[in-house]
């Protein structure tokens, strides 16, 4: 229906807005705006107007599906990318480990952060083979100077390993399913919810 650009504006603002307020009538800081792009809409000009809209003291980062074509992409995928970080928008590679991203289209795309796929994450408990996985997925991060995520951290024997494994961020139920805004900002208020600059 051609509408998907205009609910990813309605998003991005919402969010940010939210964020703000949060800030300013809450006294609560969350360091980083982080949302989902896809690829048609990260090659529309006029995200570059809508980021510009943007501001707050957080950070802004688009997630990048791992199931784009990177490595078939033209030059003109490449300067939107760079045309993003030149307005200090991060990039990030979401599900990595379920897609189509290469090590050469890393290189070339310089993600700040590698968000790991849940479904390589959830069997780090019991499979020695994929911790041995992700101890190789992270030395290449950190090879690259990226930084890495593990998502579907589920329980805190999940949190742990991934942490001892070398994963600077946790995403996952372990720590809160998603949330609508007022328990959003309950959540953060509550005396268990420490906010240290490293929500993702």
């Given at each position: 229906?051609?509408?998907?650009?205009k609910?990813d504006?309605i998003?991005?603002?919402?969010?940010a807005r939210?964020?703000?307020?949060l800030?300013?009538?809450?006294g609560?800081?969350?360091?980083?705006?982080?949302?989902?792009?896809s690829?048609?809409?990260?090659?529309?000009?006029?995200?570059l107007?809508s980021?510009s809209?943007?501001?707050?003291p957080f950070?802004?980062?688009?997630?990048l599906?791992?199931?784009?074509a990177?490595?078939?992409e033209?030059?003109r995928?490449?300067?939107?990318?760079?045309?993003?970080?030149?307005?200090?928008?991060?990039?990030?590679?979401?599900d990595?480990?379920?897609?189509?991203?290469?090590i050469s289209?890393?290189?070339?795309?310089?993600p700040e952060?590698l968000?790991?796929?849940?479904?390589?994450?959830?069997p780090?408990?019991?499979?020695e083979?994929?911790?041995?996985?992700?101890?190789?997925?992270v030395?290449?991060a950190?090879s690259?100077?990226i930084?890495?995520?593990?998502?579907?951290?589920?329980?805190m024997?999940?949190?742990?390993?991934?942490?001892d494994?070398?994963?600077d961020?946790?995403q996952g139920?372990?720590?809160?399913?998603?949330?609508?805004?007022?328990?959003?900002?309950?959540?953060?208020q509550?005396?268990?919810t420490?906010?240290?600059?490293?929500?993702a």
């Open positions: 229906m051609g509408i998907v650009n609910i504006d998003i991005l603002g919402k969010s939210f964020l703000n307020d800030c300013d009538k809450g609560i800081f969350v360091p980083e705006l982080s949302v989902n792009v690829q048609e809409r990260l090659c529309d000009p006029a995200l107007a980021v809209n943007v501001t707050g950070a802004l980062s688009f997630e599906l791992e199931s784009i990177f490595d078939e033209n030059n995928f490449e300067w939107m990318l760079d045309a993003r970080k030149e307005r200090g928008v991060g990039i990030q590679i979401d990595f480990g379920s897609g189509r991203a290469s289209a890393l290189l070339s795309i310089t952060r968000k790991i796929d849940r479904h390589l994450i959830m780090i408990v019991e499979k083979s994929n911790r041995q996985l992700m101890r190789g997925i030395g290449i950190r690259m100077k930084k890495v995520t593990a998502e579907g951290i589920e329980t024997e999940h949190a742990a390993i991934a942490r494994l070398g994963c961020r946790l139920y372990a720590f809160a399913k998603p949330l609508c805004e007022d328990d959003f900002r309950a959540y953060c509550s005396s268990d420490i906010l240290t600059g490293k929500l």
